[in-house]
């Protein structure tokens, strides 16, 4: 069967949520537009409006109402014309392809699922990302902090969606590990304990409990972690990165034999850099819900806000979320199968 | 008031805890010993004996088994001829000054519990060690794994611990974090929500949720976290030194140019090894028993082991313990004071 290529609907970009909103979102996404991406902007018109200069602009959809960030949860359920609710609408009546938003990532996923709903199966969505190896692959982590207290049945969830997020990114037969504080089976707090026979089941290949240093050392392809540990494994590596870099260069600026050392390096540093910030990745993508939505850096600039459209994009016109759903339904067919063999507990 | 030294007891080791042991553990043991530390080997006498060379050799006390690592707590709790619980003994009857271990957390917790019992007020003894910031000071992150699944007052302890070390270390005023996803109040699963006014009230300068990047770039001077976060933590750090250290590898060897410059930032880079490098460190203290119980890493080597025991004696000729033990009566007596002015809700 030849499909269709998928419309170029726009990108529904929430310009009001961020460390740096509005204005750092609508530059980005000015870039963005500058670059052929097609994109919507939803925010406070008139806020928007004074941002923008020249004749060719993209279309403004109002939607004044700023997530709070105390409650951010609960302040988006009440409010339908909050600016990330607003972008979610847009894709629910087939006005845009997906959204972006670099607000909170409760927020994001508390509008995604009251607009859009969950796929089949899916117990809650989660946030996943890809984080480079030392062995040179990609190792794909959900959650990544949409969720900070959550149940089994969620990390069984995002297991299945993390390997067939794997899959659509050229895995063929993914290697979920489970994040935990030892490799032994039988380590971690209760949650992780109560997960581990649920994964056991459902996935093609699950390696077991696994450290983080082993998974960034390319002992698995998906790392399945409730929301707090991902988000801490995530924040800890980037802390680590700046961390790293501040000695470097404090340890460069020391003697004239260190910042000649550290020129010719240079090309070295630079591609490191390139890889390993999260500002050219663009965001991460909430799984689970029926169209891409990229939950960005809450403190992107207008570098990684043009990333995060471009990856929103990408996502759409590669239909990532059907294969994703076509691999979901294929690992919940293995899990069937399963349980009609008497496999399980 | 002039203190009399401490005694120069030896440091009871237990020899077999940890990847590489006995060997290992007892090769660094001897390295002590040659150094002029006192130490006295704790396991299996027979292997222990045949691993010693030489005439001049340390006293070894028989303890033949092994923690089990299928339940490591259930498996100390069983055995009180279990080489930890020998060694905790040793310190209990005034024979030893201090333990170290190379075995699983949990079950080192467990024995010092049961044969130490542990300091008043103390609600739960938490791991804690010092992680290097980016602006040149030094974080004490407590629990750093020995619980996993715990509770706000099991955090409370913690901060005051934690607290208390800091001082020691040094730091007049020490600023307490607690690690969350977020540094707005309320972030967080429920247990670090149900910690934050507890450690409000009690600690001398409570900084408030703390994200790893902050924590890590000077925020706080102690980081309060669940076990099991905590333990994400370091070890998310320690991969990312791995992981930049071999990017770094492949990158020089891809060229003349990258070569020389590494060869003229050497010194930069072995300073930095240095300091980062756990093996350096010694290991963790377990705080909130009444004697130093040093928990080394796991996959400790002879010279990881060798440093592990001199912070045992370290502590013990510093008397860190009574010093803490000193500042945790002291941070008790402004939490009394608070509820007697009513300020706890």
Known sequence: MIESPPLRLPVAVDVMGGDHAPAAVVAGAMQAYLDGLPVVLVGDAERVRALLRGSDLPPVVHAPYAVSMGDPATS??????????????LVAKGSAS??????????????????????????????????????GGSL???????????????????ALLGEAY????????????????????????????EAFPLLTEACGLFVGNVEPEAALGGACDVLVCDGFS??????????????????VRRGVRSSWRARLGAWLLRPV????RA??????????????????????????????????IGLAHYASQRRLIDRVTEALVAGAARVDAASVRGEHG
Not at 76 to 89: E, P, T, Y
Not at 140 to 158: F, Q, Y
Not at 231 to 247: D, I, P, W
Request: with cysteine; charged share 25%; glycine share 12%.
């Open 76 to 89: 988006v359920k009440r409010h339908d014309d909050a600016s990330v609710r607003r972008a979610a609408q």
């Open 98 to 135: 997906s959204v972006v938003s670099f607000g909170n990532s409760g927020a994001a996923l508390v509008a995604s699922v009251l607009e859009l709903g969950v796929l089949e199966g899916v117990s809650r969505p989660g946030i996943a990302l890809t984080v480079p190896r030392a062995d």
């Open 140 to 158: 794909v982590l959900i959650d990544a902090g949409a969720s900070v207290d959550c149940r089994p049945d969620h990390l069984l969830t995002w």
């Open 166 to 193: 794997a899959h659509v990114l050229g895995v063929d037969a993914p290697r979920v590990g489970l994040l935990s504080n030892g490799a032994e089976a039988g380590k971690g707090p209760r949650v992780v304990k």
């Open 230 to 247: 991902g988000n801490v494994f995530l924040k800890t590596a980037e802390g680590l990165v700046s961390l790293l870099g501040e000695r």
């Open 269 to 272: 540093f630079d591609e490191l």
């Open 275 to 308: 890889e390993l910030d999260w500002r050219s990745r663009g965001g991460a993508l909430l799984l689970g819900v029926p169209a891409p939505v990229v939950v960005g850096h809450g403190r992107a600039d207008a570098r990684a806000v043009r990333a995060a």
